[in-house]
């Protein structure tokens, strides 16, 4: 089954621009929503606080920016963890449809709730 | 003439190669990080669908969030995101090559000032939410 070689530049473009803000930004982010809010460490922002901080149009784009490339940073990176570490080879295709194919939809998802806000 | 036709040489190697030997093991952890930052990106999305929704929601979100599962679930992917930030990190003079008029950028001081960025946009995305 041929792939197309063109388009992997343009993968890892966006796996590499997700490996960078992701090794950047989503330590603390994770560490904060995920374990230090939860444990009762910090107090939750209320939630009209937590609702302004996502007003403005820039905010709003940087967080979609941070979950659209988290996310091809995955799709790209899992592919190939699926490929090399399980032996997959024969079902390139349909891995790559696969792994793009969540990130986009998974973005758009994002998207939504990004402009519902 | 008739079209030679190529079959793909695929050595066979067992599925589980990648435990044998530390390097492997280092390399499918590296790779395997990727679950990490789609993990934080899946809850992001539910974060966002819950303000979407209203205070109601995002109270509810909030206990969901407490559950044992979940604190579990955060803290194995929080240990992968670390192990990411800190292999890509280490990469990038690989990466990059910087020069200051023909004179070379040694790795170190790259990798150095990566640390230094991450530590202080770490403790400025901590202080917004932190008040």
């Known amino acids: 089954m041929k792939s197309k070689p063109y388009l992997e530049p343009f993968w890892w473009t966006l796996f590499g621009a997700g490996g960078v803000v992701s090794a950047f930004f989503l330590p603390a982010l994770l560490f904060l929503f995920g374990l230090a809010i939860p444990l009762g460490w910090v107090e939750a922002p209320a939630y009209e606080r937590f609702y302004e901080l996502l007003q403005p149009l820039p905010i709003r784009g940087a967080v979609g920016m941070l979950i659209t490339l988290s996310l091809f940073h995955w799709a790209h990176r899992f592919r190939f963890t699926l490929y090399d570490g399980l032996q997959l080879q024969l079902w390139r295709k349909p891995i790559a449809i696969l792994c793009y194919g969540t990130a986009l939809g998974l973005s758009f998802w994002a998207g939504y709730f990004l402009l519902n806000l | ?131």
Do not use: C
């Open chain 2, 1 to 131: 003439m008739e079209k030679p036709t190529f079959k793909l040489y695929q050595k066979k190697m067992p599925v589980l190669w990648w435990a044998k030997r530390l390097s492997h093991l280092h390399f499918i952890l590296r790779e395997l990080t990727s679950l990490s930052v789609g993990f934080f990106a899946v809850v992001g999305i539910f974060y966002l669908r819950a303000l979407s929704k209203g205070a109601e929601a995002y109270e509810s979100f909030l206990s969901i969030l407490q559950s044992p599962v979940m604190i579990v679930a955060h803290l194995i992917a929080f240990s992968g995101l670390l192990f990411h930030s800190v292999t890509w990190l280490n990469l990038a003079p690989k990466a990059m090559k910087l020069k200051i008029n023909d004179y070379k950028i040694s790795g170190g001081w790259i990798v150095a000032g990566n640390y230094v960025a991450w530590l202080l946009l770490s403790l400025w995305m901590i202080l917004i939410f932190i008040q």
